[in-house]
Every structure is written in structure tokens, then in C-alpha cells.
């Protein structure tokens, strides 16, 4: 059975910084490309990040350029999220899929396997 796990967030006062991880447990994430993605209340989903498996190129949504960076520990078959000069509009579930090929900061398929989010607040 495939699982994605997110974990890692948290509440955080803004400046600060978290590590998001996406664990996987039934498949290699090392041979898929992984997006990271959020949804804050009343708003849509979005994609922020996202590694590609072939060529390891990654990808920011404008609004995290610069703060996040999207990693992979294939050793670990987990794909990390570090979030650095976190704000108060990055609030939301954060939440992790694979798929074939990123496109942009999207998935190609839309995402194959999801994970259940974790959530992100960021106020102080």
C-alpha cells in the first residue's frame, strides 16, 4: 500500500522557520518527481515547490522564491521542505504528492499519490 506522510509543521511566529517532510512508504520517491503544495481556508490549492526525479531541477511558486527550498534524501525516500522568513500568508495545510514531471510548480498528472497535509500557521 502506497502512503505519503507529511509532518513537520507546526505554529511558528513570522520570521521563523519550519522543515516540512514528505515520507513515503510503498514506493520510491527517488524515481518521481514530487510536488509540495498548500491550501489556506477559502482560498484554492496551490503548488509552491516541486523536484523533479530526472534531471533534479526544482521549482518555486513566485511567492516562496528565495524563502523555500525543496529537497530530496533518498536514502531516507523522503523529500523535505525547508521554510525559512516564514509570514503570516503562509498559513495553510501544506500537503505533499508524486507524479510523473513537474510542470512549473504543478504535476504533470496532477498528482498521483497525496499525503493528508500538515498544517502551517504562522502568527505571532
Known amino acids: 500500500q502506497v502512503q505519503l506522510v507529511e509532518s513537520g509543521g507546526g505554529l511558528v511566529q513570522p520570521g521563523g522557520s519550519l522543515r516540512l517532510s514528505c515520507a513515503a512508504s510503498g514506493l520510491t520517491l527517488e524515481s518521481y518527481a514530487v510536488g509540495w503544495f498548500r491550501q489556506a481556508p477559502g482560498k484554492q490549492r496551490e503548488g509552491v515547490a516541486c523536484i523533479n526525479a530526472n534531471d533534479h531541477n526544482t521549482y518555486y511558486s513566485e511567492s516562496v522564491k528565495g524563502r523555500f527550498t525543496i529537497s530530496r534524501d533518498n536514502a531516507k525516500n523522503t523529500v523535505y521542505l525547508q521554510m525559512d522568513s516564514l509570514k503570516p500568508e503562509d498559513t495553510a495545510v501544506y500537503y505533499c504528492?508524486?507524479?510523473?514531471?513537474?510542470?512549473?510548480?504543478?504535476?504533470?498528472?496532477?498528482?498521483?499519490?497525496w499525503g493528508l497535509g500538515t498544517q502551517v500557521t504562522v502568527s505571532g
Open positions: 504528492a508524486n507524479d510523473e514531471e513537474c510542470i512549473g510548480t504543478s504535476l504533470l498528472e496532477g498528482g498521483d499519490y
